[in-house]
């Protein structure tokens, strides 16, 4: 990491930089650090810090390079930090950290333009590692960014005069767009091998719901208005009815009296046969989220489904869920047909076990529950009534609430019996406690309900706040029918959304700076629409892709075909800059100084003086003050500035000229 020196006393070396490209290198590296060091541990800022102010201070020419004892200090600092923050981890975190002190170190002993060049060939590295933690377009625009100062850098060590810092970076832009056509033609034709981000990311996003639901989970979850999945549907421009967004994430079918989870977990069974005849079904694509859990999301019952963003196939069990054979740690697109209405070809039933298992409740658990159903029961009640009778129940005396009192040990008891009030979790767990010890069979399912239109790209933008719970209960003949009793209690739920069925104080809770203005909802709906279409069309540029768009452009994606057009491409643009290269020779451009005064000089033409052949700049102005002596003070300035840029090479006062040219006569 350090560079190794020859046995010569600091005081004896002779190669420095000049301060204003040790600044840009300062200035480089501040721009290209901060978005990782969000991501990384407190220790690195630290360290940089430190780094940082020490250079500074060399800067400023208060302190000396650092000596060997700091660096060795510094160095063990990191090291240590490293290893107590991944010892034993492998992934994008540990390897970012360890590039991350790397470049922060490597300030420190930057004397010379080579050490300045190998930080520079390591900041492009740090450019692309920002693009592992976010791919948005905001964050793609800020690596032009970085790239646009990276590459200022890098032409300012070779300047050998002084330039504006205009001048730099305007001259680091036209080296930008240089290379982005060649960043283009790179991105099409490279072969797709999977995005860099897809190695193993240890701060995969966390968000969503678990595979366990107790009371109070998704209350929490409503708060967060943070994108859950974007869905488009094949060859329609509006979304299905709101009744039939559900979109299902998890089966949970054992309960211990107070939390659901899943009773086979992911044992992935084979699905059972197919005895039901699919009479509607949906086409649509889903633009996933990472949430860090194998779980997707379908409406009703899927039928077929494709990754298109990876190759692993994406499974559909016994359950009729998604399950992906990895966590999803990074934005997945995967396409779904689902059946939305189904008709038995048969009678189904349930096996004994099977039914055994959805009626099992805990003994000793909500004894009032249970004393409730068995009343039921014993009047005569078939299931249908007992499952019309408890949606009434909840109708008739619960409340919807974001903010329901806190349950104790036999939670389902005190919210029928005492509170009537809580979120969609606490009526599908009484609801389906109730049934179960009434012995209907039921089950609780975890998703998302509902969405919110986007009319920019016809898609559909399910979020967090979006999170619900339901319930799934067998009817002999027909089989699991979806019964949702948060619809009992607050029907605009479902129908309206979230804000439309809470309460005033529920509102006040979930306000936040876009839901007060028209005019901040509609920029919020454009950039989301934004965010769709660069994940639509970049992020998801995969090889099933790129094999369309090359067989559309070159009408077909074999090797000779790419290379003739790449072959092609390259005799095009040598020729273009060949053409430019003689058109630069036979017409020289002239310097910035040069078109001020000629500038200059057509405002005086107007004004009825006219320069002379031989006569110099200097002897024309001077010519044009005796006539003009009300025009001292201007053209004195400019003809200073001008004589500074041209004989002096004082190039940062360009700027100044420009303007006192174009403010001239006043």
């Known amino acids: 990491m350090w560079t190794k020196r020859l046995a010569q006393p600091h005081s004896q070396r002779t190669e420095y930089l000049a301060r204003d490209k040790l600044a840009w290198l300062l200035v480089m590296q501040t721009l290209l650090i901060l978005p990782l060091l969000i991501n990384l541990p407190a220790w690195l800022w630290l360290v940089w810090a430190i780094a940082g102010f020490w250079r500074t201070q060399v800067f400023r020419g208060r302190w000396g390079a650092p000596g060997g004892t700091v660096k060795t200090l510094l160095t063990l600092v990191c090291a240590g930090g490293l290893i107590a923050s991944y010892a034993g981890k492998t992934g994008t975190d540990t390897m970012v950290g360890l590039l991350v002190c790397a470049f922060v170190l490597k300030l420190l002993e930057v004397n010379s333009a080579r050490d300045a060049q190998l930080l520079i060939f390591i900041g492009f590295v740090i450019t692309a590692c920002q693009l592992l933690f976010n791919q948005s377009p905001l964050a793609a625009f800020y690596s032009l960014g ?3 100062v990276l590459l200022a850098s890098w032409r300012s060590l070779y300047l050998t005069t002084a330039q504006s810092n205009g001048l730099r970076l305007r001259a680091g832009g036209r080296l930008l767009l240089h290379a982005l056509p060649v960043m283009l033609v790179l991105f099409v034709v490279i072969p797709r091998l999977g995005p860099l981000w897809a190695i193993p990311n240890q701060q995969a996003a966390k968000t969503g719901f678990s595979d366990s639901l107790s009371p109070g989970d998704l209350g929490q979850l409503a708060l967060n208005r943070a994108p859950a999945f974007r869905v488009e549907f094949t060859n329609k421009d509006e979304p299905p009815p709101a009744n039939q967004l559900y979109w299902r994430g998890l089966v949970l079918d054992n309960f211990d009296g107070r939390t659901w989870r899943q009773r086979d977990s992911w044992g992935l069974p084979p699905a059972a046969e197919n005895n039901q005849r699919v009479l509607e079904s949906l086409d649509y694509s889903i633009i996933m ?25 994406i499974r559909i069990t016994r359950d009729h869920l ?24 048969a009678k189904v039933s349930l096996s004994t076990g099977e039914r055994a298992a959805h009626t099992r409740l805990p003994a000793n658990a909500n004894p009032q529950t249970r004393a409730l159903a068995e ?17 009434s129940l909840f109708n008739r005396e619960f409340t919807y609430s974001l903010q329901p009192p806190v349950l104790g040990q036999h939670s389902v008891d005190e919210f029928l019996f ?23 069979p039921v089950r609780v399912v975890v998703g998302y309900q509902g969405g919110r239109w986007n009319p920019l790209e016809n898609y559909l933008l399910v979020s967090q706040s979006d999170a619900h719970a339901w319930t799934e209960v067998w009817i002999e003949g027909e089989g699991w029918r979806t019964i949702d009793p948060t619809a009992a209690v607050a029907p605009n739920r479902i129908e309206q959304g979230l804000d439309d069925a809470l309460s005033a104080d529920d509102q006040n809770l979930m306000s936040n700076n876009w839901s007060g203005s028209s005019l901040l909802y509609n920029l919020q709906l454009r950039w989301d629409a934004a965010n769709f279409v660069w994940q639509r069309w ?9 094999e369309g768009l090359l067989t559309r452009l070159l009408g077909g994606t074999e090797v000779w075909r790419i290379t003739l057009w790449l072959v092609g491409l390259g005799l095009a643009a040598a020729a273009l800059a060949a053409w430019a290269l003689l058109r630069s020779h036979a017409r020289p451009a002239l310097r910035a100084e040069i078109r001020a005064i000629q500038s200059l000089e057509r405002k005086l033409a107007q004004l009825g003086y006219v320069r002379g052949m031989g006569e110099t700049p200097g002897d024309f102005i001077a010519r044009v ?29 360009l700027a100044q000229l420009q303007e006192k040219v174009r403010r001239f006569p006043f």
């Open 418 to 440: 005492s509170t009537k009030k809580g979120f969609c979790e606490h009526f599908a767990s009484s609801f389906s406690v109730l049934l179960r010890a009434a012995g209907v």
């Open 146 to 148: 970085c790239l646009l």
């Open 375 to 391: 009343q039921w029961r014993g009047e005569g009640l078939a299931d249908q009534a007992i499952i019309e009778r408890a949606l």
């Open 538 to 546: 970049v992020l998801n540029y995969d090889s099933d892709a790129q």
């Open 289 to 313: 989220e990472p949430h860090g859990q194998p779980w997707l999301f379908s409406l009703m019952t899927p039928q077929r489904t494709s990754a298109v963003s990876n190759r692993r196939p």
């Open 322 to 345: 998604l399950y992906n054979p990895v966590p999803v740690a990074q934005r997945l697109r995967y396409e779904v047909s689902s059946a939305l209405q189904l008709e038995p070809v």
């Open 625 to 653: 003050i005796r006539s003009e002596p009300r025009w001292q003070a201007s053209l004195s300035i400019i003809a200073r500035l001008f004589e500074q840029i041209a004989y002096r090479q004082q190039t940062q006062q």
